[in-house]
Nanobody, 125 residues
Framework: QLQLVESGGGLAQPGGSLRLSCAAS????????IGWFRQAPGKEREGVSC????????VYADSVKGRFTISRDNAKNTVYLQMNSLKPEDTAIYYC??????????????????WGQGTQVTVSS
């Protein structure tokens, strides 16, 4: 059974950076496309970014394009989300999720089978 654990969240100032990690156990991440999602209080969950099994294909939401970068290190069984130029509207709980059925990734949460518990990101001065 695949388990995912997010880390790296915290408090950042506007314009600052954070790097989130999604570490997997119980299975190798090679078989999974990975997505990052976020949910702010009172808002619906939003797909932020995703990366295909091989890492050759990535997708970004318009709201983070040019500021966030997703990457994966299958040898470390970990996927990263580098977040630069953070804005207060990036404040949310960030979740990673894994999809084994599809070769390519999606920012639609409904295709993902496994979810982490989330890590809080707060952007404030």
């Amino acid at each position: 059974q695949l388990q995912l654990v997010e880390s790296g969240g915290g408090l950042a100032q506007p314009g600052g950076s954070l790097r989130l990690s999604c570490a997997a156990s119980g299975s190798t991440l090679d078989y999974y496309a990975i997505g990052w999602f976020r949910q702010a209080p009172g808002k619906e969950r939003e797909g932020v970014s995703c990366i295909s099994r091989s890492g050759g294909s990535t997708v970004y939401a318009d709201s983070v394009k040019g500021r966030f970068t997703i990457s994966r290190d299958n040898a470390k069984n970990t996927v990263y989300l580098q977040m630069n130029s953070l804005k207060p509207e990036d404040t949310a709980i960030y979740y990673c999720a894994a999809d084994r059925r599809n070769l390519h990734c999606s920012t639609y949460g409904g295709v993902y089978d496994y979810w982490g518990q989330g890590t809080q990101v707060t952007v404030s001065s």
